[in-house]
């Protein structure tokens, strides 16, 4: 995955001095934000050894949407400006809205099942604590819209 990101990163390298910024972003949402989001509840929980290359590649990629040079260098206030979520906020989004759809029903049969059968198992086991770790998730607040 680090290795297709880095490639469109390449891209918009390649196109920052011909497009304006509405194009980056367009460019950077259609391209690298979209396979971010795929799968992202499947993988983010891997190890930090292995999400730190794609971390690095989305901070490359904002500092190509950064286009005033003399504002900030720092890519958390660049994210802030051109008011993108950072990826442990896209995680936490889309366990959110995973989390919602079931608690409201909208999801297949199938992973009521699952997660029935996961919160009954948790229950049976003297470990209670790791029910808050796998299916829900705190009260995030990000920056962004602020």
């Not at 795929?38 to 891997?46: K, L, Q």
């Amino acid at each position: 995955m680090c290795c297709t990101i880095s490639k469109y990163v390449g891209v918009m390298y390649k196109v920052k001095h011909y497009v304006n910024n509405q194009a980056l972003r367009m460019l950077y949402h259609s391209l690298i934000n979209s396979r971010v989001q795929y799968g992202i509840m499947a993988w983010e929980r891997a190890a930090s050894c292995h999400l730190q290359p794609i971390s690095v590649v989305l901070s490359r990629a904002m500092r190509y949407l950064n286009t005033d040079k003399l504002l900030t260098n720092k890519v958390t206030a660049i994210y802030k400006m051109q008011k993108i979520i950072q990826l442990k906020d896209i995680y936490n989004l889309e366990v959110s809205k995973f989390m919602y759809k079931y608690t409201t029903s909208q999801l297949p049969a199938t992973f009521k099942i699952i997660l029935n059968s996961l919160l009954m198992f948790i229950h049976m086991t003297q470990d209670k604590s790791k029910l808050g770790k796998l299916l829900y998730q705190k009260h995030v607040q990000t920056q962004v819209l602020k």
